[in-house]
């Protein structure tokens, strides 16, 4: 990496990540902005908001965005996350001033025309049922309410149908002049790229750009945990379980990574192998921990038959049981040698490098090297692991949620009693 | 590109393409097999043995296949389609004879021990469910099933919970002597990787792998079309349109696969400006074409409230009457533009060129050029989208698949009066 990262004189930060062998080019610009940083009466506008920005700006129709970007074989997408939206081109390198030039627009100068924000409401309700068909989507909003219940963190990003019908033209302008700043925004580009090249178009594309007049600053999260249950006609009874995680900068988020590795991480890990390997209770089983700005959540996946929903909420119980008094020495060379080289595959594709960049500068000010994530990886022990373990099973309340067949399960008291210290 | 391939003595082929600037690779073995080479009484089986694949050889248990691979950053995994089952390795460069070696080991010595293949009889069971539970994946086997009803290509990859109890140790072994020998498997490497040592590695780890006693054909597929309705208790109707496609070698191959890119490709699209753009019916909608050897599968996919279920089937066939009367040469221009930027783009990863090279090898006997396929696109013009687009129109019978709150849609005999010319 040859991380190059300027601030243009509006205050904008330009990062660029340049592979020399590559005929492509992935630029992005992230945005300080989603779901976490929403009230309950505007529940749902950075996604809207993010929608909107392909329906038309003062000079290109929503038609004309799509046509300009798909001519030249780009891609155009974005996304909405709890602390960021991303949006982000995929183009040959001839075609990067294009590129930032689409992105300068829609970020900009979006119109949000009355007729085309009640058309994307549509667009909006029918994702939202979407998701409400997908059950591994479906759970995590149960599981994240259970963990986060009556704040920002606990809602769903893609808001309600109530509150995706009451969103208006004047709730979007207000919400892209209080979060879409030049000291809120940072254009990423990786590949086939030219820092200089890059900062100048930034310079034309983002020109009048300006500083928030109040820097936006989500409220602190407070995890409170109980129960989502959920019944629904589905095959399987999906289950999720959620602990107290640690934020990106805690001195224990690279241990709560590695621990999650370790638990549920990939073929060898303890869930994987005693809840699918040995008892066959599975196709799908996994952990991951989710680190935000000052806060984290850890959870757990699995899906199973209706008669082996508590026989799986005991075994994934145990498994963390057992975690937290012993690590093995394998267990913490495999999870570094896996992270290792994950961070060496994921340099080889554009987009990640891009990504990586975004997901340090806005947090940290700076990006970290490989060299130093390896190292944080690196410094983990099993005196951390074993702590992080037992904290986890210290968990007064977990967040647990359950949905399809789920009416034979254990009560969240029994399920809770397992946990607590 | 700079392709070798070589053909050991015991029949099998290797081929590579080396990425010099990549410090990881990813190595795979094709085969011959899937749920097309099936019967009725044997269904699913070619999935079951690619799960099997997992659990225990000669001289590793499962635990050692997962720990041995992710001890050094390994990611070991695989897949069963119609026409193909594949399995592959990415790794770190210097790890390459440990991911052949394993490749060689699961695909050579395999024990199909009796108690793991109960257990692995579960979690089969349970991926059943899972896929259930996911209303894009199951509208799929729906329509595939409207489309080519008892045969092979209209059954089920997975199986069913009814022939999955049925395989057993002996049904595991016939199947990998009928379909796994030298001749009907491709080993490809891409990335971090030299042919010559790739060449060495495979004598050894395919040592003892003999041809087929009888070369494996499915019977040919024969289109028939009709619905297939489910009422399920989803917040979306699931809709699918299915046609008669054009197999691999067809001469409308490329004609095909640029007529669904106009159709429903990207968000310059007919569908997606029709139907989500002006009328906010879909979150998602979009259109492929699925070639397989013989034959083909021109697919749409949109889900929509139950309300509108029916004018979305009404804007599908008027769009797809439109364009089988008018192709816009700027459509034309913008598809192949799309086309190159994704060859492009796709050959910046060793998963995808290995998986490039998969594509051609077995079914062409060699590997297709990125030049020789944009020029095999650049070849279509707007008669040939024009006449593929008719032929669609004159289907007598399209295949319908309908899923979850479609009491109120029209019937399918209404539906398909809009189509047989």
Redesign the interface.
């Known amino acids: 990496m040859a991380i190059e990262i300027s601030k243009l004189k509006n205050g904008l930060t330009v990062a660029t990540d340049p592979m020399g ?4 080019a992935a630029i992005g610009v992230w945005v300080a902005a989603g779901g976490r940083y929403e009230t309950e009466a505007v529940l749902g506008v950075s996604h809207f908001l993010e929608h909107m920005a ?1 329906k038309g700006t003062i000079s290109r129709s ?2 004309q ?3 300009e970007i ?7 997408s974005a996304y909405t996350s709890r602390e960021q939206t991303g949006y982000f081109v ?3 390198k001839e075609d990067i001033p294009l590129a930032v030039d689409l992105l300068g627009d829609i970020l900009m100068n979006s119109t949000f025309e009355a007729d085309e924000l ?10 939202i ?2 998701c ?4 591994e989507d479906l759970i995590y909003d149960l599981l994240q309410e259970a963990a986060f219940p009556n704040q920002p963190l606990g809602r769903p990003i893609l808001g309600t149908n109530e509150t995706v019908n009451g969103v208006d033209q004047a709730m979007l302008r207000s919400h892209m002049k209080r979060f879409y700043g030049s000291d809120s925004m940072w254009v990423v580009g990786a590949g086939a790229i030219d820092h200089g090249a890059l900062v100048t178009l930034c310079e034309k594309a983002f020109d009048g750009l300006t500083a928030l007049s109040e820097a936006a600053k989500p409220e602190p999260a407070l995890y409170h945990g109980g129960a989502r249950i959920e019944q ?5 009874a ?1 289950i999720t379980l959620g602990f107290p995680g640690v934020g990106v900068e805690h001195e224990d988020f690279y241990a709560a990574q590695v621990y999650s590795e370790i638990l549920g991480g ?3 890990s303890r869930l ?2 005693e809840v ?9 089983v996994y952990s991951f921990h989710s680190g935000y700005t000052d806060t984290g959540l850890f959870s757990i996946y699995a ?3 209706a008669d082996d929903a508590n026989e799986l909420v005991s075994v994934i119980t145990g498994e963390m049981e057992r975690l937290a008094t012993k690590v093995e020495d ?1 267990e913490l ?2 999870s570094l ?6 961070v ?2 994921s340099l ?3 987009y990640s490098r891009a990504e990586w960049i975004a997901r340090y500068l806005p947090r940290f000010g700076r990006v970290l090297t490989p060299d130093e994530l390896v190292k944080r990886f690196e410094s983990v022990d099993a005196v951390q692991l074993k702590s992080f373990g037992t904290r986890l099973m210290e968990t007064r309340a977990p967040a647990f949620a359950a949905l ?1 067949p789920v009416a034979g399960l254990d009560s969240y008291d029994a399920i809770a009693a397992r946990f607590g210290g």
């Not at 009640?118 to 994702?127: A, D, M, S, T």
């Not at 699918?276 to 196709?283: I, N």
């Not at 040698?337 to 994950?342: D, E, H, L, T």
Request: include cysteine; glycine fraction near 12%.
């Open positions: 062998h590559l005929e492509t392909f929503a038609l965005i799509a046509e798909e001519s030249v074989g780009g891609y155009l995929r183009c040959l009640e058309r994307e409401r549509g667009v909006i309700l029918q994702e049922g979407q409400a068909d997908n059950p629904r006609d589905f095959e399987q999906h990939g073929m060898s994987f192998q699918r390997e040995k008892r066959g209770l599975c196709y799908s899906g199973t038959s394998k060379t495999r040698a896996q992270v290792k080289a994950g060496l595959m080889e594709s554009a399809g």
